[in-house]
């Protein structure tokens, strides 16, 4: 219960901050992985990977517990 229940909080995270960089007009955003002796080999791979809002709904989580997010990409 407590795996899922984090889980859903990571989706509920990674959805409202996603929704407040669209709403700033924030084009891209870069995944941050939290990197321990924890973070599995998918999240470390895609530590840094840029995608777009649209891209990126929906893809954190990416498995139970995972501790990932978003960050915003400025763009010059």
């Known amino acids: 219960a407590m795996a899922?229940?984090?889980s859903e909080s990571t989706r509920v995270?990674?959805?409202g901050i996603l929704?407040?960089?669209k709403n700033q007009e924030i084009k891209e955003v870069r995944f941050l992985a939290s990197i321990s002796q924890r973070?599995?080999?998918i999240c470390e791979s895609?530590?840094?990977a840029i995608?777009?809002?649209q891209e990126a709904?929906?893809?954190i989580p990416?498995?139970?517990n995972c501790r990932c997010s978003w960050i915003k990409v400025f763009t010059t």
């Open 19 to 21: 929704n407040h960089y």
């Open 46 to 48: 895609l530590n840094g």
């Open 62 to 64: 990416i498995h139970e």
């Open 39 to 41: 973070t599995c080999p």
């Open 57 to 59: 709904q929906g893809v």
């Open 4 to 6: 899922i229940a984090r």
């Open 51 to 53: 995608f777009t809002i």
């Open 13 to 15: 995270a990674s959805q």
